[in-house]
Structures are given as structure tokens and as C-alpha cells.
């Protein structure tokens, strides 16, 4: 039995991310790429097993970022998470992939693609309430197996309040860091994706 037990992810095809113009790391240009990556007429959900180990499509993950006052939730990523090629790693990023269950009738796919994203954070933390957020950079890593099949959409969450908590085990040593930390001590722990961010944190 597969070990994703048939899960489906929403995927584009690796050639449209060459069309608009492939990047290693990460772009804040979010128009030229976010509404034709959400387009139904280029997206599908795709078997994860198969769509893991296929660099001809990109899997569509929210990747979303917390801050509180110039202060950005950091965590662990524990053994018990679905990626064990990042164990032990330091993220900033909270978020997943986009499954059937999401799907909303919406002619510019951006409903299911928010539903999933809502879906994600409520699954992994608690948060007091719901803050304002705003897509700021997408993110990719041709440098290792992960990123070769995997494409970010950086959300960033305003929050008023250093409350959040986490819901799964997953997520380990869950607190606020400041940039500096960030940038200094923990820059080499991170996993790349959330290297890519703290090196682009200025422009957010």
C-alpha cells in the first residue's frame, strides 16, 4: 500500500512553470505567476505517490509565514511530520498541499485554492483569530529531490498577538524569532525554502 493511501495534490505542469518564466529561490513578481498557477485550466489533482518522484509537474504548496511585530514564528519540523526528507530542520513555513477536499465551485480556482490554505493552518496551529494576510513571493529549489517537484506560494500573516500554538507534533519548539536570530544563529538549521524568505524578509 502506497504510504500516501491515495491522496491527491493539486499540481501544474513543469512546462507552464517554464513558460512564465522558471527562477531558482524566490520572486516577489506574484502577478506574473499566481493567476496562471491557479487557473483550473492548468491545474489538476494529481496522485501523490506518482506526482513525488515526477519533476515534469510542480506540486502547489501554501507556504505561510507569521509575524508579530517585526517577530516570525519559527519551528522544528519533528519526525512525525509527512516530509522526512526535512526532519530536524527549521521552517517558518506552515502549510500543505491542496486535495479534492478543498475544491470550491469557483471559475478562477482561487476559492479552493484559499480553502486549502485556511484548511492547512487550522490543522497544524491555533491561532487567537484570523489575521489579515497577503501573497508575497512564490519559491523554488531545483537544488535537491524536495524542490524539484514542489512550487511555494509565500502567504504573509500580520498577527497582533505571539499566541499561537501548535496543534500537531510536527511542529516542535514553536516560538517567535526576530530577524537578526533569524539571519544569525538559526540561518543554517533552516530548511531553503525558509532561507529564500529570510534573506527577502526586507521586502515583504
Known amino acids: 500500500m502506497s504510504k500516501y493511501d491515495g491522496e491527491e495534490i493539486l499540481v501544474v505542469p513543469r512546462s507552464l512553470f517554464d513558460e512564465l518564466g ?5 520572486t516577489t513578481d506574484t502577478e506574473r505567476y499566481v493567476p496562471a498557477i491557479l ?16 519533476p515534469s509537474h510542480k506540486q502547489i504548496i501554501p507556504y505561510s509565514l507569521f509575524r508579530c ?11 512525525s511530520g509527512g516530509e522526512s526528507r526535512l526532519h530536524t530542520q527549521g521552517s ?10 478543498d475544491e470550491r465551485s469557483d471559475p478562477l480556482g482561487r476559492a479552493t485554492y484559499m ?5 492547512e493552518i487550522d490543522e497544524e496551529i491555533s491561532l487567537p483569530s484570523q489575521p489579515e494576510q497577503q501573497i508575497v513571493a512564490l519559491l523554488n529549489d531545483d537544488s535537491n529531490p524536495v524542490g524539484r517537484v514542489h512550487l511555494g506560494v509565500v502567504h504573509l500573516f500580520e498577527i497582533e498577538t505571539e499566541e499561537a500554538q501548535a496543534r500537531e507534533d510536527a511542529l516542535s519548539e ?5 530577524a537578526d536570530d533569524l539571519k544569525g544563529p538559526l540561518y543554517d538549521s533552516l530548511e531553503s ?3 529564500f524568505c529570510v534573506d527577502a524578509l526586507d521586502e515583504f
Do not use: C, T
Open 22 to 26: 522558471s527562477f531558482q529561490g524566490l
Open 39 to 54: 487557473d483550473p485550466a492548468n491545474n489538476f489533482f494529481m496522485d501523490r505517490e506518482s506526482a513525488e518522484n515526477d
Open 69 to 79: 511585530r517585526n517577530r516570525y514564528l519559527h519551528y522544528v519540523r519533528g519526525k
Open 92 to 101: 517558518l513555513g506552515i502549510g500543505g498541499h491542496i486535495n479534492p477536499v
Open 115 to 119: 480553502a486549502g490554505v485556511a484548511r
Open 174 to 178: 514553536l516560538q517567535f524569532k526576530s
Open 193 to 195: 525554502w525558509s532561507r
